[in-house]
């Protein structure tokens, strides 16, 4: 019994070390819990698109380079100026490609309703549920809930969306 309580001390302690030597050196956060606490709330601040335009599979793989490997508040398309600046806040950091272009106007999807022929296939590829509509009807982009990933794009058969400026 004394030599599994000693093994499970020393996975243990061994565990606790594997996190303190694989802390962010790029944010300064030493424990895994707070890391996992920032990537969360970076998490939040996301879009949640899951478009992949920041160079990560995902939102969340994103929040977690920016954490863990220090990588660029300002990936996020889809995001755009608001996200990078509420990032800048929580983070405490200003982004780093202000030498860039400026970010492109915020955008949504809008449906011509001439054209739209109720495919449902935009509603099926909006990850945010912003376009609603039935089959063989008519679909409309709710714009509240439109992050402007332009996801919706691809699957239409009749090319009946487009991006349009949001409006602030």
């Given at each position: ?12 302690s ?15 956060i030493?424990?895994?819990a ?76 809008a ?15 909006c ?6 509509g ?28 487009s991006?349009?400026?949001?409006r602030?």
């Open positions: 019994m004394f030599e599994i309580i000693a093994v499970s001390f020393v996975l243990y061994l565990a606790l070390a594997a996190a303190w030597l694989s802390s962010s050196p790029g944010t300064g030493d424990n895994a707070e890391q996992e606490k920032k990537i969360i709330e970076i998490d939040a601040l996301l879009p949640q698109t899951q478009c992949g335009d920041c160079g990560y599979p995902g939102c969340r793989p994103y929040a977690k380079a920016i954490v863990e490997r220090g990588s660029p508040i300002d990936l996020c398309p889809p995001g755009g100026a608001v996200t990078v600046r509420k990032l800048e806040k929580l983070l405490g950091r200003s982004s780093y490609h202000h030498d860039l272009a400026p970010l492109p106007e915020n955008t949504i999807a449906i011509d309703e001439e054209t739209c022929i109720g495919c449902v296939k935009c509603i099926v590829a990850p945010v549920d912003a376009i609603i039935s089959a063989r009807q008519l679909h409309v982009v709710i714009p509240e809930y439109c992050t402007g990933c332009e996801l919706c794009l691809p699957p239409c058969p009749v090319d009946c969306i991006m349009i400026p949001s602030p």
